[in-house]
């Protein structure tokens, strides 16, 4: 891993490709300047030399918390710990 104040891509770092940023991945290997990527989402092994990628930085936030729940009150809330009938409507017959 890279640290902060460094300047070079480490095992483990997140890099994409300058040119295509569609290009990305997760650092598995350095050999010389030859930087070994697992890339996302083909999980295809590819090489590039170090001058070709960025290490995707980390943008240190904190991730958004979750959604509110339904302002409508359209949520149904169901207790697994009670028995339940079946509705009339609920015909269970022949189903397999």
Same mark, same amino acid.
């Given at each position: 891993?890279?640290?902060?104040?460094?300047?070079?891509?480490?095992?483990?770092? *997140? *890099?994409?490709? =300058?040119?295509?940023?569609? *290009?990305?991945?997760?650092?598995?290997?350095?050999?010389?300047?030859?930087?070994?990527?697992?890339?996302?989402?083909?999980?295809?092994? !590819?090489?590039?030399?170090?001058?070709? !990628?960025?290490?995707?930085?980390?943008?240190?936030?904190?991730?958004?918390? $979750? =959604?509110?729940?339904?302002?409508?009150?359209? *949520?149904? =809330?169901? @207790?697994?710990? =009670?028995?339940?009938? !079946? !509705?009339?409507? @609920?015909?269970?017959?022949? $189903?397999?």
């Amino acid at each position: 891993m890279s640290c902060p104040d460094c300047d070079y891509i480490g095992v483990g770092d *997140v *890099v994409e490709h =300058k040119m295509n940023t569609n *290009v990305f991945g997760i650092v598995i290997g350095v050999a010389g300047s030859l930087i070994y990527i697992r890339s996302s989402p083909s999980l295809a092994v !590819l090489a590039f030399h170090e001058w070709e !990628l960025q290490v995707v930085e980390n943008e240190d936030e904190p991730p958004t918390k $979750a =959604k509110e729940p339904d302002p409508t009150g359209n *949520v149904i =809330k169901v @207790d697994f710990t =009670k028995p339940r009938t !079946l !509705l009339p409507s @609920d015909d269970t017959e022949g $189903a397999a």
